[in-house]
């Protein structure tokens, strides 16, 4: 099937630049804005920020207008990316990461930091290593023209087996028992980011095509879409630093260190699975979001488990809030990365 051009003008063409004038006024203003990130930190249900999963609806929302439900059945038929998805967020990425926790945190930088920080910090980074992404993954394959169908499949896996596997894996790498998995969390992610997106979205296509045709759609509506879905992106990203980009201020060496092992743990995991997809001969379709989805990280879910540890890892929040910092531009950097080796894969996956 022919792809569709998606069409995002000049706030797509020129995204680089809006997204480093988001991080920089997001930081600026939680930091000299007095009350500002205190205050949309308080505004916030299961450690879910109110105004973030607003933007984040507000992003995916358009998304799931422009996915038939053809995709998603032919991606149900087509399970390899899945299968590779799954081994990448399970079998590599938390092994990877508590690695990199050890060798960095340990290893690396162990005269810069003390026992109890060092505990902390890599207590924070196991538990962001075993959250896979559910939510701004979509945007990203979106960004990099993945098969959305596959990406939507991939997240809705993702969020049913964390609730399986997240507390046994952190028990196995962390040692520590009672770990609480924040079924709020989880449920609200899955209702506010992928279920009521998804069944909205669906109702507006059907309408849509209806009422107008699926030219209509797909010439005049989707654009308008775009923009909406670009705008949301942006308002998160200066949301985020907002809420959390005054860590960069406060302990800057420190901020630096987790820093590493997060990126390099991130890159490594996406290139191992981007490698593994072309070995495999998927199509760029297929291997770019399956890719993007094994790097990325649940953040939320991270977060809001290290509030529960703060008895025994008090600074385990820190390093999982550094991930979001971390992830979200390096994430739309290796967006750019997927497009400009699209010529390395075949048209369709075998």
Known sequence: MEEKERKLGIWGKYLTIWVALCMVIGTLAGKYVTGLSDGLKDFSVADISIPIAICLFLMIYPIMVQISWEEIRGSLKSPKPLGLTLFSNWAI?????????????????????????????????????????TAMVLMWS?????????????????????????APLAVLLLGVSGIVVPWDTIAISVAVYILTPLILGYITRNQVIKRRGLDWLETRLVPKLGRVSIIALLV????????QGDVLFDSPGVIGIITIAILINILAVFGMTYGLAKLFKFSYQDAAPTAL????????????????????????????????????????????VCKRTKGWFTATST
């Not at 109890?116 to 910090?121: K, S, T």
Request: glycine share 6%; aromatic share 8%.
């Open 293 to 336: 989805i094994a790097g990325s990280n649940h953040f939320e879910v991270a977060i809001a488990v290290a509030l529960t540890l703060s008895a025994v890892a008090p600074g385990a929040a820190l390093a999982t809030v550094v991930g979001v910092l971390t992830e979200v531009p390096l994430m739309l950097g290796l967006v750019w």
């Open 236 to 243: 998160t990203l200066i949301l985020v630093f907002t809420i």
């Open 93 to 133: 990425k938390p092994f990877t990461m508590a690695l990199l926790a050890w060798l960095v945190l340990s290893v690396w930088f162990v005269n810069s930091l003390t026992p109890e920080q060092i505990n902390d910090y890599r207590t924070g980074l196991i538990l962001l290593g075993i959250a896979p992404c």
């Open 142 to 166: 979106y960004l990099a023209k993945g098969n959305m169908g596959h990406t939507l499949v991939m997240t809705a896996v993702n969020s049913l087996t964390m609730v399986a596997l997240y």
